[in-house]
Every structure is written in C-alpha cells, then in structure tokens.
C-alpha cells in the first residue's frame, strides 16, 4: 500500500518569507502526486497536481511543487507567503481511485 | 451552487444513536468518495462509487457503517448505533470521470460529535 509523509507537522513563518512544505511518498509504481489546501472549516480544495511530464508543477496562489522521483518526493514552495496563505496543507498520492493523505502541515503566516 | 454540498455541516448524536449524513456531488460527476478525517489527521478513505455502483468499501471501520447512492448521484453515509470514537468530520468528493488521476472536489464536511 502506498503512504505519504509530511515530515512537518507545523511550520510558522513570518509574511513575505519563503516558505517548504516537505512531502515523501512510498510506492512502487507509477504515482500522481497531489497538494490540498484546507482552510478552517472548509473542505479541501486542489492547489496542484503531479501526473507526468515537467517536474515541476505550478498551482495556485503562487505555489509550486516539485517533483523528485529518486527522493520519493513532492515538496510544496512559495516564494513569497501571505497572512491568507495560513491554512492546513495536506499531500496526497493516488491509489487505484482512492487517495491516500498524510498527516498534514499547519502553515501559520505571521505578520 | 456548483460545488459538492454536504448536510447537515454539525451533528451531535448520543451514544448508541444512528445518524445519516448527506453528500450531494457536483451534477454529472461520476465517481463519488467518502473520507473521515479525525481531530489532527488528514482524511482517510472509506468508501467509492462509481454512479450507483460501490466498487470500494474497504475502508469502512465496521459494519455499523454503510453507505449508498442509489440513482447515482445524491449519496448518504449512515453510521448505527455510534460510538465515542465515530467523532470526526467526514468529507464527501466527488470527480468527473473514473480516471485514477482525476481531481476530487470535496464539499465542506459533516462534524459529527458523539457523546
């Protein structure tokens, strides 16, 4: 079966500052990667995706992921974070139809 | 309102009482998901279809759980006699297509509080 990894649990930054949201991921096949975004009290909502091609991969509100298949990772970068961009951040990896998540990032963006 | 919509957004259920969550998808979207995400955890998968049919169950924690969607669209996750530990929000998703690497919009999730 395969898994994903958040190896942050939270991350405080401080607003303007870049920002990484780690993400490795354990299969032996072919995978499609993807970022949710949550914010409180709302359901997900897709930031990007990874099914081939470029490495990397760009999505919404500025956020990019980049694609590492000898690393066995997805690790999501903002260059430039705002107060709006505090939310939970979930990585998750496709399997058969369902997806499987990790344990998730809270992104806290201080002014 | 095009998204996936879910009722009712909060439950509070007694201990031993049955209760039945609503999804919605969006109109067209053939296959329909059920996640629970527990406080602190991300969603864990529970349950597919794919129009009417349950291709996938195999995420669901026990057979006091049991969901359907009978003409392919509006579907209803129902848990009897909960427990303390069916506390969670469960999310609802739906996507266009059967392909794996479709993408899922999720409605805003069900909070259900056993007590």
């Known amino acids: 079966a395969q898994s994903v990894t958040q190896l942050d649990s939270q991350v405080p930054v401080f607003e303007e500052a870049p920002v990484e949201l780690r993400c490795n991921y354990s299969?032996?096949?072919?995978?499609?990667l993807f970022w949710y975004v949550q914010y409180p009290n709302q359901g997900l909502q897709l930031l990007l995706k990874y099914l081939s091609g470029s490495t990397l991969v760009k999505g919404i509100n500025g956020f990019e992921a980049e694609f590492n298949k000898s690393q066995t990772s997805f690790h999501l970068r903002k260059p430039s974070v705002h107060i709006s961009d505090t939310a939970e951040y979930f990585c998750?990896?496709?399997?058969?139809?369902?997806?499987?998540f990790g344990k998730g990032t809270k992104l806290t963006v201080n002014p | 309102g095009a998204g996936v919509s879910q009722s009712p957004r909060y439950k509070v259920a007694k201990r031993g009482q049955d209760v039945a969550l609503r999804c919605d998808p969006i109109s067209g979207h053939v296959s329909l998901f059920w996640y629970q995400q527990a406080l602190g955890q991300g969603p864990e998968f529970l349950t597919y279809f794919q129009n009417e049919a349950q291709l996938d169950k195999s995420g669901l924690p026990s057979d006091r759980f049991f969901a359907e969607r009978p003409e392919g669209s509006v579907s209803t996750l129902k848990i009897q006699r909960t427990q303390q530990e069916d506390s969670a929000v469960y999310l609802c998703?739906?996507?266009?297509?059967?392909?794996?690497?479709?993408?899922?919009?999720f409605g805003p999730g069900t909070r259900l509080l056993v007590l």
């Open positions: 998703a739906s996507s266009l297509l059967v392909l794996t690497q479709e993408t899922q919009y």
């Open positions: 299969s032996s096949v072919s995978v499609y």
């Open positions: 998750a990896v496709s399997e058969t139809q369902k997806l499987v």
